[in-house]
């Protein structure tokens, strides 16, 4: 708005000598200083009202939070793509690129579900894809979602219409999720896998995920995650 003022202000001091001494020239600069006032009023209009920001806001370019509220805890679905990330960055350099790829389009098919299990108390873990070994399955990848005290399993089963299908299992005990064997292949293109076994209560599931660098690591990690045992750096204070 100051720089429209300034602008007004020049066009008039240069007319207004115009509209004293050179009668000739009135009805000219009348014009001139009507459009430039018709402009000015334009462009206030464009402009609209100023809305003030933080500067905190300014740098991350979200909106300020009212006076008196401090920053919000992560949402649900912030909290299991910051799981995805975790896991990702304990993966080999070469596994970690087919990995997203894989754990994205995965975890896209299971968000509403997994999310549900999830409350505004919970912070990152881990998130895994995963084959269940069983009959009740469809022939899609599973996700597993650890996070403190719980692990959440999501699948797709059913006739017709397949849909999600989960269950929360809670955890005490880094035991309850654990490497049990190495399985062989399914494909002539696809890496060796890892069984891992996760006990329930009166019920284990065996899961498999694809043996590849740094996988091990995160099951290791995720076990203790979910114990209390292990503590990651995003969490610590």
């Given at each position: 708005?100051?720089?429209?003022?300034?602008?007004?202000?020049?066009?008039?001091?240069?007319?207004?000598?115009?509209?004293?001494?050179?009668?000739?020239?009135?009805?000219?600069a009348g014009v001139a200083l009507v459009?430039?006032?018709?402009?000015?009023?334009?462009?206030?209009?464009?402009?609209?009202?100023?809305?003030?920001?933080?500067?905190?806001?300014?740098?991350?370019?979200?909106?300020?939070?009212p006076e008196g509220e401090g920053e919000?805890?992560?949402?649900?679905?912030?909290?299991?793509?910051?799981?995805?990330?975790?896991?990702?960055?304990?993966?080999?350099?070469?596994?970690?690129?087919?990995?997203?790829?894989?754990?994205?389009?995965?975890?896209?098919?299971?968000?509403?579900?997994?999310?549900?299990?999830?409350?505004?108390?919970?912070?990152?873990?881990?998130?895994?894809a995963v084959d269940i070994d069983g009959?009740?399955?469809?022939?899609?990848?599973?996700?597993?979602?650890?996070?403190?005290?719980?692990?959440?399993?999501?699948?797709?089963?059913?006739?017709?219409?397949?849909?999600?299908?989960?269950?929360?299992?809670?955890?005490?005990?880094?035991?309850?999720?654990?490497?049990?064997?190495?399985?062989?292949?399914?494909?002539?293109?696809?890496?060796?896998?890892?069984?891992?076994?996760?006990?329930?209560?009166?019920?284990?599931?065996?899961?498999?995920?694809?043996?590849?660098?740094?996988?091990?690591?995160?099951?290791?990690?995720?076990?203790?995650?979910?114990?209390?045992?292990?503590?990651?750096?995003?969490?610590?204070?």
């Amino acid at each position: 708005m100051k720089w429209v003022i300034v602008v007004v202000a020049l066009v008039g001091a240069v007319i207004s000598p115009l509209l004293l001494n050179y009668p000739a020239d009135q009805a000219v600069a009348g014009v001139a200083l009507v459009l430039t006032a018709v402009i000015a009023v334009t462009l206030l209009r464009r402009r609209g009202p100023r809305t003030e920001r933080s500067p905190t806001a300014k740098r991350t370019g979200r909106a300020s939070a009212p006076e008196g509220e401090g920053e919000s805890a992560p949402s649900l679905t912030e909290v299991l793509i910051a799981s995805c990330n975790v896991t990702l960055t304990h993966l080999g350099d070469q596994a970690r690129g087919r990995y997203r790829q894989l754990l994205e389009a995965t975890v896209g098919v299971h968000e509403d579900t997994l999310v549900q299990h999830l409350s505004p108390a919970d912070r990152p873990g881990f998130a895994l894809a995963v084959d269940i070994d069983g009959s009740d399955v469809h022939d899609t990848t599973s996700v597993l979602l650890v996070v403190r005290e719980k692990a959440i399993l999501s699948w797709i089963s059913g006739r017709g219409v397949p849909r999600p299908t989960s269950v929360m299992v809670p955890i005490a005990d880094h035991e309850q999720l654990e490497i049990v064997e190495r399985l062989p292949r399914k494909g002539r293109f696809q890496p060796d896998r890892i069984r891992l076994r996760l006990r329930a209560e009166g019920h284990d599931y065996f899961l498999d995920v694809f043996d590849i660098a740094g996988m091990e690591t995160v099951v290791s990690f995720a076990a203790g995650v979910a114990a209390g045992s292990v503590t990651l750096e995003s969490d610590q204070p």
